[in-house]
């Protein structure tokens, strides 16, 4: 498990190139322009307070809207999405070259159409990063001419993966969009009801949710580098999870420990100070690593897993 993790660093170490996108990413989130939202929530707060049951307090909501960017958009799909620091830490409204240039968005009809145009290109951020990571690891057991046929690179399978990756995020967004509101009004309901049992359905939920998450947390790494079809990545997902259930889990669990406990380091410096650049190739490159491991992980221990799974049939 450890091995894996130390074996991402290594590789990183020798491909420098693979934290580029993670760290332009949040370059363009530091110095570039910010999309606002704020006038559009402005309104329809307003309309809210004027409302003959206003809004208790609205001052928290305020000062998350204003720094908010729109363009966060960018990394926001599930388990495909390129690592950011400052998704995590959404910095100031300055930056060190100055004021940053804010776009605002003041009506519905821009954000729907900035929201299906940012989504998707994130999306495909996600899968560039992602790919680039499976393909380096994959060379770290074959090399090129050697490699099997169905693995040779070439624009068919590149858009197969391609596909199959994006349907799947693309579902687990849907299913997201949906039960968020759902447990939202089901943990507001039972908060009503006693205000000791809101918080025991909401840890509940949250823990159910996570549970179902590690066991498709392997189905990107299927499909990018095992070159397999979606069913056959969800199935495999599952499996390798309970097979290796602590080994995973420990895996996980160090790698999410490691990435957000070093987070609240690269994020210490203001945005306003150039300082802040040093945590964000640091993230990048914790982030890189780590990931590249969890595809290490899934290398060596889908092999172990389909000899486990051939042996009985050939019995």
């Known amino acids: 498990m450890l091995g894996c993790l130390m ?34 929530m402005r309104d329809a707060m307003a309309t809210l307070e004027a409302t003959p049951w206003p809004m208790p307090t609205m001052e928290i909501p305020k000062q998350f809207i204003e720094r908010f960017n729109l363009f966060s ?102 299913l997201r969009t949906i039960i968020t509101p759902v447990w939202l009004l089901t943990a507001g309901v039972a908060m009503a ?20 998450i590690l066991h498709l947390i392997f189905v990107i790494h299927g499909v990018l580098l095992g070159e397999r079809g979606l069913l056959r990545a969800i199935l495999e997902s599952v499996a390798l999870i309970q097979m290796n259930f602590p080994s995973s889990a420990g895996l996980v669990l160090i790698a999410l420990l490691i990435y957000y406990g070093l987070g609240f380091v690269w994020a210490l410096p203001a945005s306003d100070s150039w300082l802040l650049l040093i945590g964000i190739l640091g993230n990048s490159c914790i982030a890189t690593a780590l990931i590249t491991g969890t595809f290490v992980f899934y290398q060596e221990r889908i092999g172990v897993l389909n000899r486990r799974i051939q042996r009985p049939m050939r019995t």
């Open 193 to 212: 009801i006693d205000p000791c049992f809101g918080p025991a359905i909401q840890g509940l939920t949250v823990g159910m949710a996570g549970f179902i």
């Open 7 to 40: 074996a991402g660093f290594e590789m990183l170490g020798r491909n420098w190139w693979l934290l580029a996108i993670p760290a332009f990413l949040d370059l363009f989130f530091w110095l570039g322009p910010q999309l606002s939202i704020a006038p559009l």
């Open 73 to 174: 958009l960018l990394s926001t799909m599930p388990l495909l999405s390129t690592p950011s620091l400052l998704i995590q830490h959404v910095p100031g409204l300055t930056s060190p070259i100055g004021e940053r240039l804010i776009l605002p968005v003041t009506n519905g009809l821009s954000l729907t159409g900035w929201g299906a145009l940012l989504i998707p290109a994130g999306a495909l951020l996600g899968f560039a990063y992602l790919n680039s990571l499976a393909r380096k690891v994959y060379t770290l057991r074959y090399q090129e001419k050697d490699a099997p046929q169905e693995q040779k690179r070439s624009w068919w399978s590149t858009a197969l993966r391609l596909i199959r990756t994006l349907v799947f995020a693309t579902g687990l967004l849907v």
